[in-house]
């Protein structure tokens, strides 16, 4: 069973920068693409970015220009760099992954990391 571990988070100020590991048990290698979620409280859960394979990524417009999503398959992690972070980026952050392209579903989540940025 593959398993999937978020680090990162933080309590940060506006402005601040943060980078949100996702540590895969196995090779990521597997995996057709990795994603990161995010939860604000009472809030549906959003994509915020996801990378595939071949290293092409999306970002959410509400990221893009300051969050960078990136791959180390050496270390088996995907990581997130949020920089200039808002207040509006409050949330809990997921990692997922899917092996395959063809499902909407993402077969693996991670349990999350809590990103608190102040104003």
């Known amino acids: 069973q593959v398993q999937l571990v978020e680090s990162g988070g933080s309590l940060v100020q506006s402005g601040g920068s943060l980078r949100l590991s996702c540590a895969a048990s196995?090779?990521?290698?597997?995996?057709?693409?990795v994603a990161w979620y995010r939860q604000p409280a009472g809030k549906e859960r959003e994509l915020v970015a996801h990378?595939?394979?071949?290293?092409?990524?999306y970002y959410a417009d509400s990221v893009k220009g300051r969050f960078s999503i990136s791959r180390d398959t050496a270390k088996n992690t995907v990581y997130l760099q949020m920089n200039s972070l808002k207040p509006e980026d409050t949330a809990v952050y997921y990692c997922?992954?899917?092996?395959?392209?063809?499902?909407?579903?993402?077969?693996?989540w991670g349990r999350g990391t809590q990103v608190t940025v102040s104003s």
């Open positions: 196995g090779s990521i290698s597997r995996f057709y693409s």
């Open positions: 990378i595939v394979n071949v290293g092409i990524a």
């Open positions: 997922a992954a899917k092996e395959t392209g063809d499902r909407m579903y993402w077969d693996y």
